[in-house]
């Protein structure tokens, strides 16, 4: 019990958006301390549970690993910027080592969630709704080791002994705990929306995952996949639930919205990782540094505030995906928020240029790095002049190395709100997107394709296509290779890529400076200090 407690009043001190947790940091007595625990409020003992997702889907953790090994992204050496000891030209090669710092963090992030979650479970009251959500938001730290890393660290959740060693799951027994956790919690979830807190849609948007995915995670390093038709109607099946639940709904207007700062509650979110602007640091890790790492130096915006901050010139997208798009007519290309030319505008409608940042950009005219605002409040869009290194116009192209030529090269991506508080911070009011509707189409449209069973794969592409870009967006057939795409297309920088790229059997291609076919890259290390003190787990083949 010793363990336990001292665990869980170290997790008590996290801070979930909504709801602060305080305990009284004079307890001694071991007896009184577990009634009080007993008797919290269920909130404040489910809240470190979802606030651990924060660091899981941090900027340089899960985001990094699906985005920076895949074929939609990377991060160059520029001189003397972003070698950081070689991690993210080993992502991008695929010739990390257990000791990558990325991969250990995350694999910390996801144990500490796991954790975090199991506690919440033992103290929570069985059958509530609360308990659900911890038994729900196990099994989605559960879904990420297992995506990731292969092995999941398991202890339960019922009859919990913490004083025990944790199970390790793999293969088939993961995949069928994961699936049975999540049938359990499903009535005991609520049913309408709430895009913070899991529901019944976010646990069948999580099973859908699982089942799609099920036959990559039970024969890791198959040359080839084989999706059961028994698997692909579950998908079917979850998602046309969801789907007809009216819950939700594909935005139709603007499909940046869906990355806003404002975006708690949008109509197309199920499930995202609650963020929160606010002096004290609980939105930390955030997608927001997804898209100021990638602004050129010197390509200066305005933060909600009204502070001016300046980009980080780090991570771009390549050629080899940029290739496969219909960027003339695609609105989740881009989107102009001023016109992209010289002249004046007012200082209050300047807002940063969405998507792929391509070509010679223009933005607020500047001196040194400090903004000049006119007298009527206006300011002059000019061409943007890096203010570091060699002083060189901000012409982003789309070819690219691991050692960039210069701070200017890469096409950038803006998808997600910028929201900072200052230069530096994470903090951000952006929720992280986990699962959302135009998913659901996508999976199931998949699925259909995969198995040949009943429902029109075309009218699920479709649907998602022209929500986004009106009838005439819309195609006239499709096939597996299209659905690929389309995921490109629509979840480009969402932390898809990589379980994409496997599932399709397109990982052990080559793309600029990525030429590794090793299939045991599929899935990552596990970090050397865990290795060597959890009973059970093994290295992965090839590490």
Known sequence: MKKRLIILIIMMVSVFGYQSCNIDENIIDEARGEDLLKDADPLSLLAPAYNSMRRVYGHRWFFALQTFSADEGMVPTRQSDWFDGGTFQELHRHDWKPE?????????????????????????EAGTQEQAEAIALLSHYMWVALDAYGQVPYRGI?????????????????????????????????????????????????????????????????????????????????????????????????????????????????????????????????????????????????????????????GCTLPDFLDTWDSDNDPRFFKANYPNEEGTIPLSDYKVHRGFLEGQLYGIKNDNG???????????????????????LANHTREVSLIAENQSVGVRVSKWGIDDIGSNRDDTGVDIVVFRLAEMYLMRAEA????????????????????????????????????????????????????????????????????????????????????????????????
């Open 448 to 543: 259909i394709l995969r198995s040949g069973l009943a429902g029109n794969a075309l009218d699920d592409v479709n649907a998602v296509r022209v929500a986004r870009g009106g009838v005439s967006f819309a195609k006239t057939n499709v096939t597996l290779e299209d659905v690929y795409n389309e995921r490109g297309y629509e979840f480009y920088w969402e932390y898809h890529r990589r379980t994409d790229q496997i599932r399709f059997g397109k990982w052990e291609d080559s793309w600029t400076d990525k030429t590794d076919t090793d299939p045991n890259h599929r899935i990552f290390a596990i970090p050397p200090g865990p290795l060597a003190t959890t009973p059970g787990l093994v290295q992965n083949p090839g590490y």
């Open 158 to 314: 019922e009859n919990i002994d913490f004083n025990a060693d944790s199970q390790i799951l793999t293969g088939a027994e993961a995949v069928s705990t994961i699936i049975t956790n999540l049938e359990l919690a499903l009535p005991n979830l609520p049913t309408g929306k709430n895009t913070v807190r899991f529901t019944q849609d976010a646990a069948k948007s999580l099973l859908a995952r699982v089942y799609l995915n099920r036959a990559v995670y039970e024969d890791r390093y198959a040359s080839s996949f084989s999706f059961a038709n028994e698997d692909m109607q579950q998908v079917i099946n979850l998602t046309t639930e969801i789907i007809n639940s009216t819950n939700h709904a594909l935005e139709t207007d603007d499909y940046f919205s869906i990355f806003d700062p404002d975006n708690e509650n949008h109509k197309e979110i199920i499930w995202a990782v609650k963020n929160e602007k606010t002096s004290v640091r609980i939105g930390g890790r955030s997608v927001t540094r997804n898209t100021t790492n990638g602004l050129s130096r010197g390509y200066i915006y305005i933060s909600p505030d009204g502070d001016f901050l300046t980009g980080s010139d780090a």
């Open 100 to 124: 990558h710092r990325y991969t250990r963090e995350t694999w910390e992030h996801i144990t500490t969630g796991l954790a975090n979650a199991t506690l919440a479970i033992d103290f929570l």
């Open 370 to 392: 400090t903004p000049i605002i006119n007298s009527d409040q206006t300011i002059d869009i000019v061409p943007v002049q890096l203010w570091t290194r060699d002083q060189s």
